[in-house]
């Protein structure tokens, strides 16, 4: 009886070392755990659904979900939006989980959750960027995110990137959501042609928003009126020396645009510019 009674501990300890990995408690987080620099709180389904849809995620989008947390943001553009996903997590338990989450949802396929840290993973290639991080950490990617390709989209729950100001915002229940669209680089002079004319167009750029003037002959230089700048579309008009106004439409591709104008004597026509 004394021999049993030692022996059973032994057993027991020995049964519970042989158990498999399944068989023992699974990660399980927890709202307000702490991470790298913040703490886990989830976004609301609704919250997510409106985030996608501020987006406009198609199957056609590369989605780049920043602070994945559990997952749901990538399993969602996969599930709902056909997207391909992939959220980056800096905690690996957290990852491992939020990967079985993704499994568990049937979309593996499109959508994977890896461990690393936002500020050092590049996602230059998403064409969608979301995120629900603390103020400090979205000025921290500011730089890197307006380097990325122009029409790039980005949101964020809850928080914005400062003086560059969202393109949009949406109320849901008292929780915000911002979204931006990356805009192009036109700050600076242009040379703009029309055919046989030629100008000299200067934009000043802060972030989205544009002004600037054009030359209309040697001494003088008319405002451009106007001028909008929307990820990579570009339009602005101005009244010429015969007091006809032009208006131009065209997009930006690096350091040149092009495009198509119209007047208000019915001229109309394609434009360039390059970039001095």
Known sequence: MNRLASFCPLLAASLLLAL???????????????????????????????????????PNDLVYDLGAGDGKIAIAAAKKFGARAVGIEYNPE???????????????????????????????QATVVTMYLLPTLNMKLRPTILSMRPGTRVVSHSF???????????????????????????????????????????????????EGTIALGQNTHGGLRDARLRGFNISFAYVDNNGVRRDYTGHVIGGRMEGSFRADNGTEGRWSATKK
Do not use: C
Request: charged share 25%.
């Open 160 to 210: 914005t990137m400062e003086d560059w100001e969202a393109d949009e915002s949406s109320n849901m229940d008292g929780r915000r959501a911002y979204f931006w669209l990356v805009p192009s680089n036109v700050n600076g002079g242009w040379t703009l042609e029309t055919g046989s004319e030629r100008a000299e167009l200067s934009f000043e750029q802060r972030f989205q928003k544009i």
């Open 94 to 124: 957290m990852a491992r989980h939020a990967q079985g989450n993704a499994e568990k949802a049937g979309v593996a396929g499109r959508a994977r959750i890896v461990q690393g840290d936002i500020f050092a993973t590049d996602f230059s």
């Open 20 to 58: 498999p990995a399944a068989a023992q408690k699974p990660y399980e987080p927890h709202v307000g755990q702490a991470g790298k620099d913040v703490i886990w709180v989830p976004t609301p389904d609704e919250v997510v659904d409106r985030m996608l849809r501020m987006a406009q995620v198609t």
